[in-house]
């Protein structure tokens, strides 16, 4: 199984990035996917994660309403478009896969809980 993210960098405080996760070697639509963020000297934390079908999504406070997830099955990869970014959102930004039941299965938050994991892509707002 691989999960290769991409599509961070650098962008001013109130810019937009979206960062993509293609997968391989999995059955994608078997999975929920989420985004977790690692900051320098930090615990990783959860993001966001949306189920199977792409029908439900959960995200945490902070980056609600300023941060969508969405999947294509078709290409198994699953985006993260990040709108409004702050200086605290920097971070290495990880997706992560969990095997799931049906699109009726309950959201994980913790990465504990995650089977796979992506290498990782960082994303810096400047102030």
């Known amino acids: 199984v691989q999960l290769q993210a991409s599509g961070g960098g650098l962008v001013q405080a109130g810019g937009s990035l979206r960062l993509s996760c293609v997968a391989s070697?999995?059955?994608?639509?078997?999975?929920?996917m989420g985004w977790f963020r690692q900051a320098p000297g930090k615990e990783r934390e959860f993001v966001t994660v949306i189920n199977l079908s792409g029908t439900n999504t959960e995200a945490a406070d902070s980056v609600k309403g300023r941060f969508t997830i969405s999947r294509d099955n078709a290409k198994n990869t699953v985006y993260l478009q990040m709108n409004s970014l702050k200086p605290e959102d920097t971070a290495v930004y990880y997706c992560a896969a969990r095997r799931q039941s049906t699109v009726y299965s309950s959201f994980y938050f913790k990465p504990g809980e995650y089977n796979h994991w992506g290498q990782g892509t960082q994303v810096t707002v400047s102030s």
């Open positions: 070697g999995l059955i994608f639509s078997s999975y929920s």
